[in-house]
Structures are given as C-alpha cells and as structure tokens.
C-alpha cells in the first residue's frame, strides 16, 4: 500500500464550480501536510501548508485535514481556466527533506 | 529573479553512456533535492544535500549519483543510464530543511529519454 493515494483523476469541471481534492494517507506519523500546484511543463509549486487538523482557507483556495481520519482535502472555490493544472499532494512527519508525494490530480477547468 | 535552473531541459540518449544533468539555484539555499517523477508514481526523490559536501540517498537512489562541492550546484549523474530511468526529474532547493522554512522552489524539469 503506497503511503499517500490520491485520485489521478483527471478531472473536468466548468468554470465557476468548486472543485474537491483528496488524499489519503496510511502513516499516522505524517504531522505537516502540503499541497502543490504543477502547470503543464512546470515544476511543481507550494500553494498552501498546513500542520493540524481543520481548516485553513487563502483566498478561493481551503486546505482541510483530518487526521482522525488520515484524509486531506483540497477546495477550490469560484474555479477558473487558469486553476487547470495537476495538484498534488505531499506529507511529511517533520521534514521537509522527507517529503511523501501524492501522484497528483489532473483538474481541467472549462470556460 | 531568484530561481532553480536545470540543464538540458530535454535529453535523449543510448543504455550505458554516462550523462549528467546540472542544476543552479541563486537564492543561496542550503537544501537541494533532486526528485523523479513518473506517471501513477508521482514525485519519488532520488537524493538530497543539506549542505555543501553533505548528501544522502532519497527514496530511489539506485542508478544515480549527485554531488555538492559547492552551495549553489547540486548535479545529478547517470553513470550507466538504463531505459528504466527515462524519467521527468526536477531539482529543488530550500532555505532550510525544518518546517516553515522549507518552501522547496522547483526547476523546470528534465525529460530524459534513455533508448
């Protein structure tokens, strides 16, 4: 069982929609959670951090964990052309340079 | 502007001829990675550096070799490539390793093709 699953999708939502982003994780010692934006031939870009359960919102974009769970989740709000791109997620216990990847989401947002 | 550079940005080459691809970052991070991406896999890091002269395998280190012999370089070196190895790679680096300092700004990335 791979430590971080996440849906490949991909993913196609018309503009405007809000868009829900998952992973999961199996390692209950995971304490730092990330999600990263990738555009087509880009290197991947940190979009939002997170360290405890609950919510953390920056602008149209929610970071959600649930540790009881072992779930994280994405949001986007009022989504645009512009968010089209692979969003992945990342996990680690404490250290940035142990970083765990999800394989990441492909989302396309339709005008 | 502050930023990680990776060259080539693309390769295609035979099994067995030894190649290396560089990365430079000018933002004078301490901490350098290089990961692999692959479909359905996701990000896998080969090896990172948390200094100069300090580096340590990642998850898939087999096949790779990097060096640090100076702050701003980190290369990563395919001494025998093997088709198994065609691969996107990307380098990172960041100020430091502990977090909420650890923003890990990416490269562009690498597509190597190994024939």
């Known amino acids: 069982q791979k430590e971080v699953e996440q849906d490949p999708g991909p993913l196609s939502v018309p503009e405007g929609a809000i868009v829900s982003l998952n992973c999961t994780y199996s390692n209950s010692a995971f304490q730092y959670f990330m999600w990263y934006r990738q555009y087509s031939r880009k290197g991947p870009e940190l979009l939002m951090y997170t360290y405890s359960s609950g919510n953390k919102e920056d602008g149209r974009f929610t970071a959600q964990v649930d540790k009881s769970s072992k779930y994280i989740s994405l949001f986007i709000r009022d989504s645009q052309p512009s968010d089209s791109a692979t969003y992945l997620c990342?996990?680690?216990?404490?250290?940035?340079?142990?970083?765990?990847f999800g394989s990441g989401t492909q989302l396309t947002v339709l005008p | 502007e502050a930023q990680v550079t990776q060259n080539p940005r693309y390769l295609i080459t035979v099994t067995g001829k030894k190649l290396t691809v560089t990365c430079s970052q000018n933002m004078n991070h301490e901490y350098m990675s290089w990961y692999r991406q692959d479909p359905g896999l996701g990000l896998r890091q080969i090896y990172y550096?948390?200094?100069?002269?300090?580096?340590d395998k990642g998850d898939v280190p087999e096949g790779y070799k990097v060096s640090r012999k100076e702050k701003r370089n980190f290369p990563l070196i395919l001494e025998s490539p093997s088709p198994n190895q065609t691969s996107l790679y990307f380098c990172?680096?960041?100020?430091?390793?502990?977090?909420?300092?650890?923003?890990?700004?990416f490269g562009p990335g690498t597509r190597l093709l190994v024939l």
């Open positions: 550096s948390m200094n100069v002269e300090v580096t």
């Open positions: 990172a680096s960041s100020l430091g390793t502990e977090f909420l300092q650890e923003t890990q700004y």
């Open positions: 990342a996990i680690t216990s404490g250290s940035a340079r142990q970083l765990t």
